[in-house]
């Protein structure tokens, strides 16, 4: 860094370690780095304090440290908190457990911690109506958009909408990030993720980087900006701004700003008001997602507003919902599953259950495969998936329902089945349990058939979306896997041109199918030029009742990963 390295400063009056170790606790902001020389900081949580006696700490993600860990090599934590850089003594565990696929694990109790307050670690925070845009890049070409909160020449804090999780469970190592400030200062770096903090209700992801690899004139731009958003915070300070000479940083250019608000999504994009409404259960999907990352459990009364949410929209208008389901390309990839498999689901087999049943069969879709954020991510960015991959992604079901301790409302044979016999097959092929036959209960046979569906209907790393005439074919063909029946009820139910389909017709014209007749065929469709997903600006005209005599027949269903 480019000012002096002050000396640490040695604590040990209890009380201002306890102080200090909460601080560390709440910020989520801490790393562990092992003493041999060469050790790198690797980020943690920890959880908890126990003062004169231990520490607390979840070490999931450091599982590989902790063989050395376990036979005595010492460690110390290291981070900021109060404004100061706070680094504990050498440690070593003395208990070491497994709860729920996480490694909760104990650490002596430092008598002492060391601190060192600098000017470089100082956080300059940006105030209401001083905007800086902040770009995040991933490394699949992916971006997420948000503001800068605060920046210390060490690194900054973003606030992101939540569908920035699928950008930040991308890659572990640097993530390249943009500043653009509104006089058109443009800065680019990288930086390392080092805490995340959701606040649900606003669906606002916070999130800590420390900068990496900054040249020598990077940190003097770093440097930079922290002083003129210090003179422009204290410029609002005064109640009369003139007094004090503006930032540059922050005089208004000419250039229109891209900035997205975020704290909640920008909901004009999305196709329909149907979508629209539905993108709030996305929100708390992402919530919950970042949330169960975290170590908490299922949310039980979130998760029962958002099936009831469901439930009501169902009944409203059953295929503007399902087309609906289509229209959350904005949002991950888990999340846009998720939605979708719930509302297909209860379209499926909800007919004439009690409302309990229905709504709790919506719960277990619309949270089934979020387990699988709690196994280890690099087995989803494998270049081939081998069997110890598959062993451990079979985890997340398991992990899943650990954390439906608080759902005491949901029943539990609908548990078991949606989630925990959605990826059964009839061949005994399929996991968690690998049964078979009769061994499987009916409704997991129905949610294995519209799990496949969904899953085949968007893009892979290992393949391309498939049309529906395509996964009906893999599906029959794969009698022993799936069950005939439910395959064929699928079929007669959806049709051979479902709601949610992209046609070409005999016309040429693209169009969305939104609405069938009695006979399967569109009666409704939305007009569009683009082999894209469903979005505000890439739909025309909407046209009903003589769809065949304005369009012609349909002539090919198009694969589109929506």
């Known amino acids: 860094m480019l000012a002096q390295q002050d000396e640490y400063k040695t604590i040990a009056n209890p009380a201002a370690i306890e102080s200090l170790l909460n601080a560390m606790i709440e910020s989520g902001g801490v790393s562990l780095c092992m003493a041999s020389p060469g050790a790198s900081a690797e980020p943690i949580i920890l959880m908890e304090q126990h003062a004169g006696e231990a520490l607390v700490m979840d070490l999931s993600s450091v599982d590989y440290l902790l063989a050395r860990l376990q036979e005595g090599e010492a460690f110390y934590l290291y981070a900021q908190a109060q404004n100061k850089i706070v680094r504990t003594p050498l440690l070593s565990l003395t208990e070491t457990r497994r709860s729920g696929g996480r490694f909760l694990c104990c650490s002596d109790y430092p008598a002492t911690v060391d601190v060192l307050q600098r000017r470089e670690s100082f956080r300059a925070e940006l105030r209401l109506g001083m905007a800086v845009s902040a770009t995040l890049f991933g490394v699949q070409g992916n971006t997420a958009v948000g503001e800068l909160r605060d920046i210390s ?96 940083l922050f005089e208004q250019s000419n250039k229109r700003s891209n900035l997205e608000r975020v704290g909640r999504r920008d909901i004009k994009h999305y196709a329909t008001p149907m979508a629209r409404r539905l993108v709030k259960v996305a929100a708390y999907l992402d919530a919950q997602l970042l949330l169960l990352q975290q170590g908490s459990d299922i949310d039980a009364r979130r998760l029962s507003r958002n099936a009831d949410r469901v439930l009501a929209l169902h009944e409203e208008d059953r295929e ?52 699988k954020a709690l196994v280890p991510q690099v087995i989803f960015r494998a270049p081939s998936f081998e069997a110890t991959h598959r062993q451990a992604m079979s985890e997340h079901v398991g992990l899943l329902i650990d954390r439906l301790q608080h759902c005491q409302w949901l029943s539990v044979s609908v548990v078991q089945a949606v989630i925990g016999g959605i990826n059964e097959r009839l061949d005994g092929s399929g996991y968690p349990g690998g049964l078979s036959g009769d061994d499987i209960n009916e409704l997991a046979k129905a949610c294995a058939v519209v799990d496949v569906v969904e899953a085949m209907r968007r893009d892979r790393p290992d393949r391309p979306a498939k049309t529906t005439q395509q996964i009906y074919r893999h599906l029959l063909n794969h009698p022993h896997q799936f069950d005939v029946r439910w395959v064929k009820r699928y079929i007669e139910h959806f049709k051979g041109l479902p709601v949610g389909s992209l046609v070409r017709f005999t016309s040429e014209q693209l169009a969305w199918v939104t609405r069938l007749d009695e006979a399967g065929m569109p009666s409704e469709v939305w007009l569009t030029h683009q082999v894209e997903p469903p979005m505000r600006d890439t739909l025309g005209n909407l046209v009903r009742g003589d769809v065949r005599e304005r369009l012609g027949k349909p002539a090919q269903e198009i694969a589109v990963s929506a």
């Open 153 to 248: 020449q060490e690194g900054c804090q973003l606030e992101l909408p939540l569908t920035a999780s699928g950008v930040l469970a991308e890659t572990d190592g640097p993530y390249k990030l943009a500043l653009s400030f509104p006089d058109g200062t443009y800065f680019e770096g990288h930086c390392i993720v080092r805490h995340q903090k959701i606040d649900p209700e606003r669906h606002l992801l916070r999130v800590g980087f420390e900068f990496s690899g900054l040249t020598a004139e990077q940190e003097r731009q770093v440097w930079y900006f922290v002083c003129e958003i210090e003179r422009e915070t204290a410029r609002y300070k005064q109640e009369n701004t003139d007094e004090r000479q503006p930032s540059p």
């Open 320 to 371: 503007a919902l399902l087309f609906a389901s289509r229209c959350m390309s904005l949002e991950p990839m888990l999340v846009r599953h998720n939605i979708a498999v719930a509302v297909h689901l209860l379209d499926l087999v909800g007919a004439n259950m009690p409302r309990e049943i229905r709504k709790a069969i919506v719960a277990s879709g619309l949270i089934h495969d979020l387990g």
